[in-house]
């Protein structure tokens, strides 16, 4: 591969109308390389990755893939480039079964001329079959709902999906929120195997281990702006979690926590410490 | 790695046993049906209720709803209400009686252009929805008097009466979208003879079901609609075209109750600017009763079909029986009540369906 990255943000900004939520990002992602996207609650993460989803349109900068400069004209076209995303909220179909829930919106089909039909077979044999790969054993069918799975199996249907679909870049928003242990350590494994493939991945998690498992390169976002991008290796696990904690020292907040619930008869204090 | 090969058997050998069976969304629908039939069946057995001529009635009046319905049952499983078909049934009936009477229009080129402007009024409320995010309830609550009151204007000022008339469409017309009066069946006693008092849009409804069965639940497009429901934001993220799906429906339903509004026009010799409010809570009760869920995201055209039936049924049943006719409304309250119970209960059974098979 070259060393074009496979999709990059040239000083893109986001608003929605009064709202600022990104100023000037730049961001390169290459083939086989991770991109850890770090920050705390409401730095702008979900909104940069659904902009490289195809959900928003940038409102300045843009947006490259292959070096080429594009306009994605929704999350289709995205997808059509082999952009899959599995956003941090939702992403399955509690009434619908574990195989329309894979292929929504790509739906296998068979027939002929404009009669198609929706081929349910094809569908959860596949469906199964990814699901099965991400360690959820326990689906063996593909017409049951997925209003029946728990949370973590249906974030695990979510990923097969993206993974199944993602040809050349996977973006997982906060995708090990709802895993157990077993399952989480599956996605992490999924993301160093897309990467082996030669897959950008863009990985958003508020958990430094998965991060600094995973992530060859860590971007933090602070209020909308990119407030560090380092390279494996180059800052310590303590950096990047005050990094994460949107640039507040950790040690110190821990510490006065302990101290405060000391003098209060172990009560935590009752505002939170951010601002 | 784990073995993938128990899926054959799981995938394949499900819907064929008898709890498979009961637990298919449209079980609920379809076991009310066969309930309230076997009931008005033996109830009124002596007042004709099973005769060719008897059965006509609830069946074109079912007919009518249903072919309400089944596009109303779509949006609703899309998330959405279309209330506005309670003046969409007129404003089919007099836009065609205007076209041919004022503006001279032969009678398939009037049903076109009613189409047309069925379409229009339904992409209207498909804009309003999708562009103002205000709910369909009121967006389509404001439409229908909207629609009710350039009705009874437009009405006036272009034929300066409210009751048209509707000259006779001629015998193929009358085929296809009245009634079967004065074709192929001779007079006399006959195994047709359901055919003289079955109404074309009975027949309308058949073929409108199958080709919304495809739709929904055959053809890829019927996920979508599903989806929209289920979770309209992951519906769009996942790059389905959530406002003009959305559009498309509301049109189909405005042009549904159009098409009711002209076969009733041209079964009648006349329209009329009537609104039919009855007619929104008839399409929803079908709706509701055929198992779809009022919160969206599930939903079948077989189970809306069965509940058009049921309702059909107990709404003129009771015509065939030796009960009070004040009980109707009690009885299609009761049967509402019933089936949204039931459709509760199914639901649950359904998104628990094969989780015994884990083991
Ligand atoms: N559609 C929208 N309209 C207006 N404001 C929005 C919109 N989407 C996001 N925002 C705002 O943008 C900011 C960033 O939101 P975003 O969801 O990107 O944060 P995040 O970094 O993903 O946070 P979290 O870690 O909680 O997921 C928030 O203040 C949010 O209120
Ligand atoms: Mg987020």
């Known amino acids: 591969m070259s060393d074009t990255p496979v999709i990059e943000l040239r000083n893109v900004d986001k608003s929605f109308g009064p709202i600022d939520v990104l100023h000037e990002i730049s961001l390169k992602v290459k083939a086989g390389e991770v991109l850890c996207l770090l920050g705390d609650n409401g730095a702008g993460k979900s909104t940069l990755i659904k902009t490289l989803a195809g959900v928003h349109a940038p409102t300045r900068g843009e947006v490259l893939v292959d070096g080429q400069p594009v306009k994605f004209s929704g999350p289709k076209d995205a997808q059509n480039r082999g952009i899959a995303t599995v956003h941090q909220f939702g992403g399955t179909y509690p009434l619908m079964s574990v195989g329309r829930n894979f292929f929504m919106g790509e739906e296998p089909t068979k027939g002929f001329g404009p009669f198609k039909v929706f081929d349910r077979k094809t569908a959860n044999k596949i469906a199964v079959e990814e699901v099965q790969k991400m360690g959820i054993t326990r689906i063996t069918d593909g017409d049951r709902l997925v209003g029946g799975l728990s949370g973590g199996e249906r974030q695990s249907l979510a990923i097969a999906r993206a993974v199944y679909f993602g040809a050349r870049v996977l973006i997982l928003d906060e995708p090990t929120a709802a895993l157990g242990v077993k399952q989480a350590a599956h996605v992490l494994r999924i993301v160093n195997e897309a990467k082996k493939r030669g897959l950008a991945v863009i990985f958003i998690t508020h958990q430094v281990m998965h991060a600094m498992t995973v992530g060859d390169h860590f971007a933090v976002l602070i209020r909308g702006a990119i407030a560090a991008d380092f390279r494996k290796g180059e800052k310590s696990r303590e950096e990047i979690t005050d990094l994460m904690a949107g640039g507040q020292n950790m040690a110190d907040l821990e510490a006065s926590i302990e101290g405060y619930m000391e003098t209060h008869d172990g009560h935590p204090p009752k505002v939170s410490a951010a601002e | ?359």
């Open chain 2, 1 to 359: 790695m784990a073995d993938t090969s128990n899926n054959e058997k799981s995938t394949g050998g499900s819907g064929f046993s008898l709890l498979g069976l009961l637990r298919r969304p449209e079980a609920g629908a379809a076991a009310g049906f066969i309930l309230v039939f076997i009931f008005f069946s033996y109830f009124g057995w002596d007042k004709n209720f099973l005769t060719p001529l008897g059965s006509s009635t609830w069946l074109n009046f079912a007919s009518k709803v249903g072919i309400i319905a089944i596009p109303v049952g779509f949006l609703m499983i899309a998330g959405e209400l279309d209330i506005s078909v309670g003046a969409m049934i007129p404003a089919g009936g007099i836009v065609m009686a205007m076209a041919t009477n004022q503006f001279g229009m032969n009678i398939w080129f009037a049903v076109g252009f009613t189409m047309v402007v069925a379409g229009m009024i339904g992409w209207v409320n498909g804009m309003l929805v999708t562009r103002t995010q205000v709910p369909s309830l009121i967006v389509t609550l404001a439409t229908l008097f909207v629609i009710a009151g350039l009705n009874a204007y437009l009405s006036k000022q272009i034929a300066g009466t409210t009751q048209h008339s509707v000259p006779d469409a001629g015998i193929v017309s009358e085929f296809i979208l009245g009634d079967y009066h004065s074709w192929i069946i001779g007079e006399g006693e006959n195994s047709f003879t359901i055919f003289r008092s079955l109404q074309s849009s009975f027949f309308i409804w058949i073929v409108f079901s199958i080709v919304c069965f495809y739709i929904l639940h055959v053809s890829p497009w019927g996920n979508w609609i599903f989806a929209m429901g289920g979770d309209q934001e992951s519906a769009r993220n996942a790059g389905i075209p959530t406002n003009g799906l959305k559009i498309a429906l509301f049109m189909l339903s405005a042009m549904a109750a159009a098409l009711v509004g002209v076969t009733e026009g041209v079964l009648a010799n006349s329209a009329s600017t009537t609104t039919q409010f009855g007619m929104i809570f008839n399409s929803i009760i079908c709706v509701v009763v055929g198992g779809v869920l009022l919160t969206g995201g599930f939903g079948t055209v077989t189970g809306t079909f069965f509940g058009t039936l049921t309702f059909g049924i107990v709404f003129q049943g009771i015509n065939f029986t030796s009960f009070d006719k004040d009980l109707n409304m009690l009885f299609i309250g009761v049967l509402l009540l019933i089936a949204v119970l039931m459709n509760d209960t199914f639901r649950k059974l359904a998104t628990n369906a094969s989780t015994k098979k884990k083991g």
